[in-house]
């Protein structure tokens, strides 16, 4: 079983960048399609990018493609978010998630298997 932990949260002042991680415990890392989302208060939980497992094919929500990265780093069980020119739209709480092998409903949370706890990420106007 797969065990996520994000961290890299924080509050940031619009414009600026956050990094997200997403550690992974468990020796099939590799295997597994990877993604983020977020969860805005009184929200629901909504697709922000996605990352296959050898990591040459990404997929971003439309509203944080050309700001947002999504990359992994499989020696190291980790993927990453990389968030730029962030807007107060942005805050959220911020998940990563697993499904092993390919996942075609990669923008669909109910499709993934496992999830993180969370980070916070807050953007200040």
């Known amino acids: 079983q797969l065990r996520l932990v994000e961290s890299g949260g924080a509050l940031v002042q619009a414009g600026g960048s956050l990094r997200l991680s997403c550690a992974a415990s468990?020796?099939?890392?590799?295997?597994?399609?990877m993604g983020w989302f977020r969860q805005a208060a009184g929200k629901e939980r909504e697709f922000v990018a996605a990352?296959?497992?050898?990591?040459?094919?990404?997929y971003y929500a439309d509203s944080v493609k050309g700001r947002f990265t999504i990359s992994r780093d499989n020696t190291k069980n980790t993927v990453y978010l990389q968030m730029n020119s962030l807007k107060p739209e942005d805050t959220a709480v911020y998940y990563c998630?697993?499904?092993?092998?390919?996942?075609?409903?990669?923008?669909?949370?109910?499709?993934?298997?496992?999830w993180g706890q969370g980070t916070q990420v807050t953007v200040s106007s």
């Open positions: 998630a697993a499904h092993l092998y390919y996942n075609t409903l990669y923008g669909d949370p109910g499709s993934y298997d496992t």
């Open positions: 468990g020796r099939t890392f590799s295997r597994y399609f």
């Open positions: 990352i296959n497992w050898s990591g040459p094919s990404t």
